[in-house]
């Protein structure tokens, strides 16, 4: 298979031990029998190792045929309203001020920020509805430009997660696991089916900056215990998202390759000593980094895009590092079949004044997600890319402190939260799942994280109960023991 | 008493005569030393008077006419003719043993009791079991629907329910009883018409209304009345089946409606997503031969990039992404592995007209991309050659009006990506008006719809 995937296998703490105590075992055996061959007990040891060779290999070509072949997921971290954006609750309107139902609130834990509150006015959103699309689905009015493209999503309003903070909730919807240290959900897919363009890595990674002031930890695109050069190649929010890409003035690039033979003779010398699969990660990022010098430079030159493409991304597709220019760079890197592109944009977090918060950050996203897969549609590359945009989380129907005339906040709210989907063969203008009147409960059709990763793996072409790494004596999956694949929202 | 109930009697009644008549022939062959003729005569007579009564028995079933009636013909006559010998050679033996010189008719006679036997117990097991029960072919067939639920297929909503979902569940659970051979209730269900018709209780459907139709209401009666249908013992049908059912019987019972009509209802879309929970997207194409490994490799010596569709899959996607410069001649490389293609992306590359002679050879391409090459509608002829093409992108290319017209006469194209090509506006809506069913992409498919 591709250069990439060919991961040799390289002995580890765990199988040293393994094959060693079958080894003495296996000459403490032939001790007590006293009777067993050389030839005999030798092959006994050959054959032992070989399960483990067979474990963690990469997929080479997914299970079965896909549906999508690249993934862009806009992770909007903060946690975006619900109520604002995607789930039309005329009775949040009708109630505004007056205390949630107890059999709505139920036991549902709150966070720490809310938890002290002896009142939970419900609040009404602070936008208006209307319907768009041929299905008269109901959509905010912030979000003009995703209403647009309402007949091309997937819109899923019974998303679940289990965590209530930015962080663990955050990790959790990338790594399947609330603590950091697994890897994420590209990270997988690169190691699991590699890249699709020799010049370019499979997974990478974009921040927006100009969003909010809630951290983003890296942990977030992390390849965990994969080999290290899966994890996600982070393109700077700055002027030169790759640092150090041109060779230095008086540097030719034969020398630059000469230099890195040089380099690459002694990390193999290294790794037949010591067998670290660090060293080999060296050596392939290595060998990348000289083949994004050319490749790179040309993704991130948008002077030859014609204006009337970037005024569909809106005013900020110029300035590097905005939500808008990371959309644009994230289509040029599709178009050049990098197979997961993750941008994360920050700005989503409103314990406070939500009605001028949320305007802030649909103007920031809104015009530059729908452009996005409107140019993937016109380009004919929808049919193959999935587009995912979602958070961590949903929030509470219920206003976080006072419920003054001024405004209001909302805070945390895992129990209930809207994701949509596009292109990559979900099922277009489909609304999944519902809420209760207060968009506070699932009641129909739960789409948990899991399910979501699992269901997001199988447009892949990947059966998530067989992708699998053995680690430390323990075998992971993305979806870990859990993952039902929502096949009612695939096309 | 009801002749109809005594006749009832009959399935126990035969086996009698099978095993008593193959005991005479075993004494009187097998074990002649031992046996005296007063015993072959008793059991002759035990076994004429069971098969003679089995005979009358039968005779007394027959007339429920459940049954298809050459069958029933040939096993009644078998049936009459097996207990005439029966009788005579009890007779034979009774009268006759005297004459032991006359050995030949006794065996004459023992012969075709024998023969009859076997057509009668044949016939007969036909008429309860099915023709078909006796084949190997049979067997295989039944491991396989040994499914739980009737299977359903995920693809193709366009297809008829009728066709695809009901008469499956038909099929495993109701059609052993109500078939051609053997009609129980009159009601044969084999077929639409035959279905419709029903049977001695009428008809068995009520278009419109299921709770009225027999079909429905007997599966939901209580599992030891007698109506229950499947009877008490039989596999039963399963809830979701029976959802699909009332579903099809409320809204009209046609033979046409189909299955995407049937998946906006919420409950039948998730009776259809678990019977289809086992099939996965495919090509749906033809397997074949994998494409020689030293020839990828040789591919990706030269960048191009080349992936198995699926594990297992002998068919390729590939791609030219990292061969900007990539002209005509180097397409040659794709020769010895032409049938293997299906999806190919040649986007961004400097080929032209001249290189459809050989791409349009590859003649398992569902996929291709030619997207700002400089192909024109010299191609078009080739590309029609294409004949399993279900997606094309010629955005940015010189295609025109004229050429998107000729392609969209293609059979299986689905979708054409034409942006920023030489299509005009007017090219496309006529296009989308002479083929409606396939989706033409000009860049254009995007107003704020408000309601």
Redesign the interface.
């Known amino acids: 298979m ?1 250069e990439i995937q060919k991961i040799q296998y390289n002995a580890k703490r765990r199988d040293f031990l393994l094959g060693s105590a079958i080894g003495l075992g296996g000459i403490a055996l032939q001790g007590l029998v006293g009777c067993k061959s050389k030839t005999e007990a030798v092959k006994k040891d050959n054959k032992i190792p070989e399960p483990v060779e067979q474990e963690n290999r990469p ?9 999508a ?1 690249r993934v862009i997921y806009l992770f909007q971290s903060g946690g975006p309203s619900q109520m604002e954006l995607f789930d039309y609750k005329p009775m949040l309107y009708r109630m505004h001020g007056k205390e949630i139902p107890p059999s709505v609130m139920g036991t549902n834990r709150v966070s720490g920020m809310t938890s002290n509150q002896y009142s939970f006015p419900l609040a009404m959103p602070a936008c208006n509805f ?5 299905n ?1 689905t109901y959509l905010s009015e912030l979000i ?1 430009h995703t ?3 309402v ?1 091309e999503l997937c819109i899923i309003k019974s998303m679940v997660t289990d965590q209530i903070n930015h962080e663990p909730a955050m990790i959790f919807t990338q790594t399947g696991n609330q603590l950091s240290g697994r890897p994420c959900i590209g990270s997988w897919l690169s190691y699991g089916l590699g890249s ?4 370019l890595p499979a997974f990478i990674v974009m921040l927006s900056k100009g969003g909010g002031d809630q951290p983003i930890s890296s942990a977030a695109w992390s390849s965990g215990f994969l080999p290290s050069y899966h994890q996600g190649v982070q393109f700077l929010s700055v002027k030169d998202p790759v640092l150090f890409l041109k060779t230095p003035d008086g540097v030719e690039r034969m020398d630059r390759r000469r230099a890195l033979d040089f380099i690459k003779q002694f990390n193999i010398v290294q790794n037949e000593k010591w067998q670290d699969p660090e060293i080999e990660s060296q050596i392939t990022q290595a060998e990348m980094a000289y083949k994004m010098q050319i490749a790179v430079p040309d993704i991130l030159d948008l002077s030859k895009e014609p204006k009337h493409i970037l005024d569909m991304y809106g005013p900020d597709v110029t300035k590097p590092g905005t939500f808008a220019h990371n959309c644009i760079t994230a289509r040029r890197l599709i178009e ?2 990098v197979r997961f592109v993750q941008l994360y944009h920050l700005g989503w977090d409103h314990h406070g004044s939500i009605s001028s918060g949320i305007r802030k950050a649909t103007k920031q996203t809104d015009q530059a997600s729908a452009a996005l897969v ?1 140019d993937l ?4 590359l929808l ?1 193959d890319t999935l587009v995912i945009w979602g958070g961590e989380f949903g929030r509470t129907s219920f206003s976080q402190g006072k419920l003054t005339p001024e405004g209001f906040g909302r805070d945390h709210h895992p129990g209930a939260y809207t994701t949509w989907m596009a292109g990559g ?1 979900v099922k277009p203008g489909l609304v999944y799942g519902q809420t209760d009147d207060f968009a506070h409960n699932v009641v129909k059709d739960k789409v948990h994280v899991h399910d979501f990763q699992a269901t997001l793996l199988y447009m892949l ?1 990947i059966d998530h109960e067989k992708f699998i790494y053995k680690n430390e004596g323990r075998r992971y999956r993305l979806t870990d023991v859990h993952g039902q694949v929502i ?2 929202i695939l096309a | 008493m009801n002749l109809d109930f005594i006749g009832r009697f009959h399935p126990l009644m035969v086996h009698l005569p099978i095993g008593i008549l193959a005991l005479a022939a075993i004494l009187e062959y097998i074990y002649p030393k031992r046996t005296s003729p007063a015993q072959i005569q008793l059991v002759l007579l035990i076994g004429a008077v069971s098969s003679v009564s089995a005979a009358i028995l039968g005779w007394f079933l027959s007339l429920s006419s459940e049954y298809d009636e050459d069958l029933l013909n040939k096993h009644k006559w078998t049936g009459i003719i097996l207990s005439f010998f029966t009788v005579v050679l009890w007779a034979w033996k009774y009268k006759g043993t005297g004459f032991s010189k006359f050995k030949i008719i006794s065996n004459l006679l023992f012969g075709s009791m024998l023969l009859f036997l076997v057509l009668t117990g044949h016939y007969g097991g036909s008429l309860t079991h099915g023709e078909d029960f006796l084949s190997i072919d049979n067997l295989k067939d039944s491991g396989k629907n040994a499914s739980k639920e009737a299977f359903v297929p ?1 693809t193709g909503t366009n297809e008829s329910v009728y066709e695809k979902l009901i008469t499956p569940i038909l099929s495993e659970k109701c059609y052993s009883c109500h078939n051609p051979n053997k009609t129980k209730g009159n009601l044969k269900m084999q077929t639409y018409a035959a279905l419709i018709k029903g049977g001695k209780t009428g008809p068995s459907i009520v278009a419109g209304d299921a709770l009225h139709s027999e079909l429905v209401k007997r599966t939901l009666l209580d599992l030891d009345d007698k109506k229950r249908m499947p009877p008490k013992g039989k596999k039963q049908l399963t809830i979701n089946e029976i959802t699909l059912l009332k579903w099809w019987i409320n809204n009209g019972a046609s033979e046409k409606i189909s299955i995407s009509e049937a998946i906006k209802n919420d409950t039948i ?2 009776f259809l ?1 678990v019977s ?2 086992r099939s ?4 749906g194409l033809p397997s074949i031969k994998k494409a020689d490994s030293l020839v990828i490799i040789k591919l990706k010596e030269k ?1 191009w ?1 080349v ?5 297992g ?1 002998s068919y390729l ?1 590939i ?1 030219a ?2 061969l900007s410069s990539l002209s005509n001649q180097q397409l040659n490389v794709l020769q010895e592995i032409d049938d293997n293609i299906a999806w190919l ?1 040649l986007a961004n590359t400097q080929i032209n007209d001249e290189a459809f002679k050989f791409i349009s050879q590859c003649k398992n391409v569902l996929k291709l ?1 030619l ?1 700002n090459t400089s192909v024109s509608n010299m191609a078009v002829n080739d590309l029609k050659k294409m004949s399993k093409l279900q ?1 094309l ?1 010629i ?1 940015g290319t010189r295609i025109d009006d004229a050429g998107l017209m000729q392609l969209c006469e293609m059979g299986f194209l689905k ?1 054409i ?1 034409c ?1 920023r090509s030489k299509v005009t506006i007017n090219g496309v809506e006529n296009c989308k008006k002479k083929y409606p069913k396939v989706k033409i ?3 254009d ?7």
Request: charged content about 25%; overall charge positive.
């Open positions: 591709d997929l080479g070509s997914p299970h079965f045929m896909p549906t072949k209307s319907q768009y699309g041929s008269s003009p209403a647009s493209i007949d699709m363009n020799q010049n050049k079949d409107k549609k016109q380009r004919g049919d063969g072409g096949k009612d | 995920a879309r998730a997503a289809s929970q996965e997207p495919s090509l960048l990039e992936n198995s569709i699926s594990k899959s996607d791609n992404v990292s992306n991309n997207a997606y992108n955005i979708n990506y942006w992409n000009n860049g498919d995007f107003i704020l719809v408000k309601k």
